[in-house]
């Protein structure tokens, strides 16, 4: 069969991101290592352009399997157990884990994997002491599972774009449902900001996004919903746009609504030095529970479980004596 | 013969030349020149597999296209992925399917457990003969070979085809910790022993296992 000569389509025909680079030339930020941060980066958006393919097609029907030619030229990639990325972008939605050990990741967000893996939910006795060494949050263990054993792993998160980033003794923190996998030599802890979780050590972590995330550099004002999380930044801070407000005609809008507001006065603002990371859509993801704080003066949120989903108003209250009602998707 | 090309990642171009391809119903978003559109009922099985459709609730609704032109086809704006088929049978939950050459033989095929687990009943539908058929997915399919000591455990959820001589199999990794809800979220694995290709989608449908 023959088919019409077709110029070469990008790959999932996307323009590659015009991303920004991760980090300025005026040096990297302390506690960052530029050249892991850029090859984490580069790393990623190799993972964009498909690589050329390692695997040789098989001679047509070897084992009965199909030929793949579509018109286009190149023809789809294979990938197998030998061929997938270590700890890289398959594509821009999907992540290859080169697993060797153990590792954390959000429940129910593997799609694949070769080897010998065993998956159990954190909390469990034998693993106890990994969740002291890593956990050091309320976050609720029934959230994350360990993946151990050695093999390749394949993570995707409802076909949103996947990024890795390489912490070298360094901090981010991180919206808690955009944080998909992370190594176990990072700890995880929650942020006094609530909803946001924060890496901290050395490793590799994975998050999602909706849209591919960009790198900007404070001083900045980011839209909340198009926040993914921040690096080194000290003085994250809300911002509103009062100016509108102001005088007779916005005491009266203020008052009675009338004339409506734009839905951009309430901003974050970040100060400092760091990275601010941003998705490119105001499409939040959905939240992960992140646990409910000890309930004390001056702990901000405290007692509080934060954008709780899912749960039966009902059985809200059931809390820690495991979430059952989330748990069983009631 | 009809050709089937991608139209950037999310729409399948089909130039006809007086041919014919069967394609899920109401997916036409275009078309250019003169074609024909005709509902088939039961999946396009002729009786027999009308029958067996209705029984095992692999239902599709099919089209038969006919024409002089291009017909551009699309499903929710997921990524289509175009399968040769030479004589090779594809397995395909009927969701996915969206278009087929009209040579290709539709019918369903039982697959047990497998198919229960994944939400998708019982059944899933065959594809076999020569000929292109697309199949969607949502975000772009990953592609993985299965090969002899060389075994791939996929999650229900985010399967979507399989081709070549391959056996499945359902693992449980649900013990007496997924019942007091400490489980590892991956209690349903479809595993794959054999020789063949796995197209895997890098989202998870909703499924019967996915929460435990």
Not at chain 1, 218 to 232: E, F, T
Not at chain 2, 106 to 134: C, H, I, P, R
Request: charged share 15%; with cysteine; aromatic share 8%.
């Amino acid at each position: 069969m023959s088919y019409p000569p077709q110029p070469p389509q990008s790959p999932y025909g996307q323009q590659p991101y015009g991303q920004q680079p991760p980090y300025p030339p005026q040096g990297p930020p302390s506690g960052y290592s530029q050249h892991q941060y850029e090859q984490s980066h580069q790393a990623t958006q190799a993972g964009m352009h498909v690589p050329p393919p390692p695997y040789q097609a098989s001679p047509a029907g070897q084992f009965g399997a199909p030929v793949f030619q579509p018109p286009g030229g190149d023809a789809p990639q294979v990938w197998d157990a030998g061929t997938l990325p270590a700890d890289d972008n398959v594509n821009p939605y999907c992540f290859s884990v080169d697993l060797n050990g153990a590792y954390y990741l959000q429940k129910g967000k593997m799609i694949a994997y070769y080897g010998e893996m065993r998956f159990s939910g954190i909390g469990r006795g034998v693993l106890d002491r990994v969740l002291e060494q890593n956990f050091n949050s309320p976050l609720h263990a029934s959230d994350w599972v360990v993946a151990e054993g050695r093999g390749k792993l394949l993570l995707a998160d409802r076909s949103y774009d996947l990024n890795s980033y390489d912490l070298e003794d360094g901090n981010l923190t991180v919206r808690s449902g955009n944080l998909l996998a992370f190594e176990p030599t990072l700890r995880l802890k929650q942020s006094i900001i609530p909803g946001f979780l924060t890496l901290i050590g050395t490793g590799k972590f994975v998050a999602a996004s909706n849209g591919p995330v960009h790198f900007v550099e404070p001083p900045i004002r980011v839209d909340p919903q198009a926040l993914v999380g921040w690096a080194d930044c000290p003085a994250p801070c809300h911002h509103y746009d009062h100016s509108y407000l102001h005088g007779v005609i916005g005491g009266l809008r203020h008052l009675t609504g009338i004339g409506g507001a734009s839905g951009e006065e309430h901003q974050f603002e970040f100060i400092g030095a760091g990275q601010v990371l941003m998705q490119s859509s105001e499409t939040l993801m959905a939240d992960r529970s992140v646990g409910v704080v000890a309930a004390e003066a001056g702990v901000p949120g405290a007692g509080v479980p934060h954008q709780q989903h899912g749960g039966a108003p009902g059985l809200g209250n059931l809390g820690n004596l495991g979430d059952l009602g989330r748990r069983f998707g009631l | 013969m009809a050709q089937f090309r991608l139209q950037g990642s999310r729409v399948l171009a089909v130039d006809l030349a007086g041919d014919t391809v069967k394609a899920r119903n109401g997916s036409m978003v275009a078309y250019t020149g003169q074609m024909g559109f005709k509902k088939l009922s039961g999946g396009g099985d002729g009786l027999r597999g009308m029958v067996t459709r209705r029984l095992t609730g692999e239902r599709m609704e099919v089209m038969e296209v006919k024409g002089q032109g291009t017909c551009y086809f699309a499903d929710k704006a997921t990524e289509i992925n175009l399968v040769r088929l030479n004589g090779e049978t594809l397995f395909v939950e009927s969701d996915n399917l969206l278009c087929t050459e009209a040579t290709l033989r539709t019918g369903t095929s039982f697959t047990g457990l497998n198919g229960m687990a994944s939400g998708n009943g019982l059944f899933t539908t065959k594809v076999e003969g020569q000929g292109w058929a697309a199949v969607t997915s949502n975000g772009p399919a990953v592609i993985l070979r299965v090969a002899q000591g060389l075994p791939l455990r996929v999650d229900p959820g985010a399967y979507v085809a399989h081709t070549g001589n391959l056996h499945r199999a359902l693992k449980s990794g649900a013990g007496w910790s997924t019942l007091i809800g400490e489980g590892g979220g991956e209690a349903m694995q479809v595993e794959f022993t054999g020789e063949g290709l796995v197209y895997v989608q890098p989202s998870e449908r909703m499924t019967l296992g996915g929460e435990v």
